[in-house]
């Protein structure tokens, strides 16, 4: 299977290339503006109307091939929403970028991307860059310019690690569980909730009556929220990836949709509550396991997240929320008191076991051949059996991997 990914690192403003992140824009869009004109949205098509009304751009005709396939894919993707009957507007590129996937090399750390016949622009790769490229196995495909950055795509073929475990993760707001019946692993997110008020905080502290002044200075903070989180999540999503690898487990998460829909105005919620809920950046770890965990071939699943909590993980019964601790939940029938998040990660992984283990008909499609014969069920005997430990990514990573 292809595994695809992206490098990204940062790069010294230079006059030549910030015109032609200009051109380059300008390109895309007046292809679009070809493409809706005509409508149309296939590639031979749309290179066959637009190539030669690109000539009046000063740019080598490799940058031009690479804007129609742009503007192209945009076409596309509003012709999909729309038939999805969503309520779309006719593509526009605002910011200028590049992109290229022809003429550029890479000799150690120099990159040379193409800018005039036989005068590239060199860029300097930086360590990081370097030596994740050194890998013989991988496939430079194209690269992205950006204001400040420069991304390069890269892929190489993997081979799916043959699982015999399965983990289920539970995004809550304090913690995220990841676990099946013998290990649960909670990492603990309140960083993520301190950063957020902080940054309610210092908005909170801007008085100057001046809007330019005002958005600037949110913008800012959002950023930095964002990348904060990000990298705090990061953290989490490393580790988890490093333990799945370790155990050979797959990854299942509940299909979470619509989490914003549930905490809109006008829902009947506080405001800090919803501050809070709708600040968790549930869809990030997901994307970030998502993309590390194709990267070394560990198969992600979905489920349906209705009744995880609510079912006992040892006898499948009814459970009830425990009047004095709204975090714990009590099965009458075992008589136990457990944790809410253990619960739910246990569940998680064992619905996910039981639905594509014994397939029927069409529920899993493409996907049961994920699910080896031999993959053991998730043990399910004691709740007391169940290891618990509690992380911190944030204090101490070190020294994790060896338990
Ligand atoms: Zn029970």
New binding site residues.
């Given amino acids: 299977m292809k595994a695809v990914k992206s490098i990204k690192q940062q790069i010294p403003e230079n006059h030549d290339m910030n015109n032609m992140m200009e051109t380059f824009r300008d390109m895309v869009n007046h292809c679009i503006r070809i493409g809706l004109k005509y409508n149309c949205s296939t590639l031979k098509r749309l290179s066959l109307l637009s190539y030669h009304e690109l000539h009046q751009y000063d740019i080598l005709s490799s940058y031009k091939l690479n804007a129609i396939s742009q503007a192209c894919g945009r076409l596309s993707q509003m012709k999909r929403d729309i038939r999805k009957g969503k309520n779309v507007k006719s593509p526009f590129v605002k910011k200028s970028y590049l992109v290229n996937c022809y003429g550029f090399k890479i000799n150690n750390s120099l990159m040379s991307i193409p800018f005039e016949p036989r005068q590239p622009i060199n860029i300097l790769l930086n360590n990081h860059t370097v030596k994740f490229l050194s890998d013989p196995v991988l496939k430079v495909h194209s690269f992205t310019l950006t204001a400040f950055n420069i991304s390069i795509c890269i892929s190489k073929e993997i081979d799916m690690i043959e699982c015999t475990k399965i983990v289920g993760i539970d995004r809550n707001l304090r913690n995220v569980t990841v676990g099946n019946g013998e290990l649960v692993t909670f990492y603990k997110t309140n960083k993520l909730l301190s950063i957020k008020q902080n940054t309610v905080y210092a908005r909170s502290g801007f008085h100057r009556n001046d809007h330019r002044k005002k958005r600037q200075y949110y913008k800012s903070l959002q950023q930095r929220l964002q990348n904060r989180t990000k990298q705090y999540l990061h953290k989490i999503s490393k580790n988890i990836m490093d333990n799945a690898v370790e155990t050979k487990s797959i990854i299942v998460f509940e299909d979470l949709k619509g989490i914003r829909k549930l905490y809109r105005k006008g829902n009947g919620q506080g405001n800090k509550y919803r501050g809070k809920l709708n600040g968790w950046q549930f869809y990030e770890l997901q994307r970030q396991i998502e993309y590390k965990a194709k990267w070394v071939g560990i198969p992600v699943v979905f489920i349906d997240p209705k009744r995880t909590s609510k079912l ?1 993980p ?4 009814r ?1 009830q929320e425990d009047k004095q601790n709204r975090r714990k939940l009590l ?1 009458i ?2 008589g ?1 008191s457990m944790d809410r998040d253990v619960v739910a990660s246990m569940n998680i992984a064992h619905k996910a076991w039981s639905r594509f283990n014994h397939a029927r008909g069409d529920t899993c499609e493409g996907q049961s051949d994920v699910f080896e014969s031999a993959m053991s069920e998730p043990k399910l005997s004691d709740y007391d059996d169940v290891v618990i430990r509690i992380l911190d990514v944030s204090k101490s990573v070190t020294g994790f991997g060896s338990r």
């Avoid at 040892?314 to 019964?317: E, K, S």
């Fill in positions: 006992c040892i006898c499948g019964d459970i099965c029938n075992c136990k």
